[in-house]
């Protein structure tokens, strides 16, 4: 019913950015928060940054000052802007959504297939 698919992954080196983006599509009535997570081999799946809808960014404090999360709300998607990138941000990044598909408004999670973000020199 609804896809989420993200891009922008790849090699950077330590100090450099990249943006990611995560395109909402399908029956998508509305949405009532995005999320950005991230996973590292060996560690839980953490959330970096989250946007409820009408409201502000929040970040989790290990990325607060280096990423940047905004959303284009027309095209229904959502970007990470990462700066200042480190070596311990390698991790798969995941695309998270709580997206009402109907005009019941119930919503439902919906994950996209995650992008491989590498920090090495």
């Known amino acids: 019913q609804v896809q989420l698919v993200e891009s922008g992954g790849g090699l950077v080196q330590p100090g450099g950015s990249l943006t990611l983006s995560c395109q909402a599509s399908?029956?998508?009535?509305?949405?009532?928060?995005m999320r950005w997570y991230r996973q590292s081999p060996g560690k839980e799946r953490e959330l970096i940054a989250a946007?409820?809808?009408?409201?502000?960014?929040h970040y989790a404090d290990s990325v607060k000052g280096r990423f940047t999360m905004s959303r284009d709300s027309d095209k229904n998607v959502v970007f990470l802007q990462m700066n200042r990138l480190k070596p311990e941000d390698t991790a798969v990044y995941y695309c998270?959504?709580?997206?009402?598909?109907?005009?019941?408004?119930?919503?439902?999670?919906?994950w996209g297939q995650g992008t491989q973000v590498t920090v090495s020199s």
């Open positions: 998270n959504g709580a997206i009402a598909t109907n005009v019941l408004g119930i919503g439902s999670d919906y």
């Open positions: 399908g029956s998508i009535f509305s949405i009532y928060v």
């Open positions: 946007i409820v809808t009408g409201g502000t960014a």
